[in-house]
């Protein structure tokens, strides 16, 4: 199913599936370019990293696999309502379907980005943690999006504050600034984006090959948790009635 998803995508397409890593390669190879080749500019003291563009890519990247893969997987049941009014499948295998295509676009791409900056800081043991970080980036994104699936199917409304809330939610995060530029009595808003510990995550690991803080940990477990309380109940209320609002 994941196969045919990828392949739907971009059929149709004489470079295919290609355009699926061709896209955001060349963003962040701007961010590249612009920054830290034309601009030359400098972060601050306290930053993680002097170069603006290489702090941009490490947060950008995953940011960019969040909402590729929230986005289609929050709109997989509603676009695929005919066939769940025709069988009898699960519903979630749509929604991982969604999820875990797009997931093998950006996967590779964010391990490749580890290779890339392992230069940086020379082969730390920190370097292990990025697969775990990975991990838990698809199971929360999995959750959130079968949570907005099902929500989206009764309620379309929903599509629209989604697009509004992925706009912002990159400005409400550490990916275009460092934690400290912050005001500190603010903070905390941050993490109101389930993304937020796991960019810190990324940014400890690959600029300066650390281990992340503990609160990346437990920041990510308990958005996981939450949102899967919040599904476990949506899908009790929502068994009988799902197919018939799709």
């Excluded at 590729?68 to 499948?89: P, W, Y």
């Amino acid at each position: 199913m994941v196969r045919r998803e990828l392949s739907a995508r971009y059929a149709g397409s004489a470079a295919g599936v290609a355009w699926a890593f061709a896209q955001p390669m060349l963003t962040i190879a701007a961010y590249y370019l612009v920054f830290d080749v034309v601009f030359a500019m400098r972060m601050g003291a306290g930053a993680p990293t002097q170069h603006v563009g290489t702090y941009l890519i490490v947060g950008s990247l995953p940011w960019l696999a969040f909402s590729e893969s929230l986005s289609r997987g929050a709109n997989s049941l509603v676009d695929a309502g005919n066939l769940l009014q025709k069988s009898a499948l699960p519903p979630v295998l749509l929604v991982a379907r969604s999820v875990l295509a797009s997931s093998l676009v950006f996967a590779p791409l964010l391990l490749l980005l580890t290779l890339i900056y392992w230069p940086l800081n020379g082969l730390q043991p920190a370097l292990l943690v990025v697969p775990l970080l990975l991990i838990l980036q698809i199971l929360l994104v999995l959750v959130l999006a079968y949570t907005l699936a099902i929500l989206l199917a009764a309620l379309r409304d929903v599509s629209q504050v989604l697009t509004f809330a992925l706009s912002i939610g990159i400005f409400l995060s550490p990916v275009l600034f460092p934690l400290n530029l912050f005001p500190e009595a603010w903070r905390w808003v941050l993490f109101l984006n389930p993304m937020s510990g796991l960019v810190m995550g990324y940014q400890s690991v690959l600029l300066k090959g650390a281990w992340p803080d503990p609160a990346v940990w437990w920041v990510s477990l308990c958005w996981l948790a939450g949102v899967s309380v919040l599904l476990n109940r949506l899908l009790r209320r929502s068994r009988d009635e799902l197919v018939d609002w799709l």
